[in-house]
């Protein structure tokens, strides 16, 4: 099955998204590389602060490590073919992202249901599979061939790091 990940934008929060561009960034990095969390901002343009608040919540979960210092910064701990996007999206978005209404009633379950909840809920078990199977590596690769491009950030670019 082949993945159209521009179409999975509209799934994603921004907070997933910027998420998901650093890293890449810190996938395509060699092994022992670190990046400061200002440089993968000004690589991708995105607020230093909300990235930083992310990066720290990645930290926290053993995803990516940190060190301080003069040749401190980021670093990947897991590997990019071990962490799937629905995992990256349940960082960010807590486990309420897999739980949250279609429409966005406040209580929305199969006692509760919404109007859509009974439609939706097969299509949103089959997004989090597809979720589930697509990994960060697929996105660096996708990245590394063109397919895709990172937003600030070109192929030419990710090459080289």
Wanted: glycine share 8%; aromatic share 6%; hydrophobic share 40%.
């Amino acid at each position: 099955m082949t993945t159209n990940y521009s179409d999975l934008q509209m799934i994603f929060s921004r907070s997933s998204q910027y998420a998901i561009q650093a890293l890449v960034v810190l996938a395509s990095e060699p092994a022992g590389s670190h990046v400061l969390c200002r440089s993968l901002a000004d690589q991708l343009d995105l607020p230093l602060p909300y990235l930083s608040k992310l990066m720290q919540e990645f930290s926290r979960r053993g995803i990516v490590g940190s060190t301080r210092g003069r040749q401190g910064g980021y670093y990947m701990m897991r590997d990019a073919r071990d962490l799937n996007l629905m995992e990256i999206m349940t960082v960010v978005g807590g486990e309420k992202a897999t739980k949250e209404c279609f429409l966005g009633f406040k209580e929305c379950s199969d006692e509760t249901a919404c109007a859509m909840h009974c439609n939706w809920r097969p299509v949103k078990e089959k997004l989090f599979e597809l979720l589930k199977e697509q990994n960060l590596s697929n996105l660096v690769d996708a990245v590394r061939k063109g397919r895709c491009e990172l937003k600030g950030l070109n192929v030419g670019m990710l090459e080289t790091l």
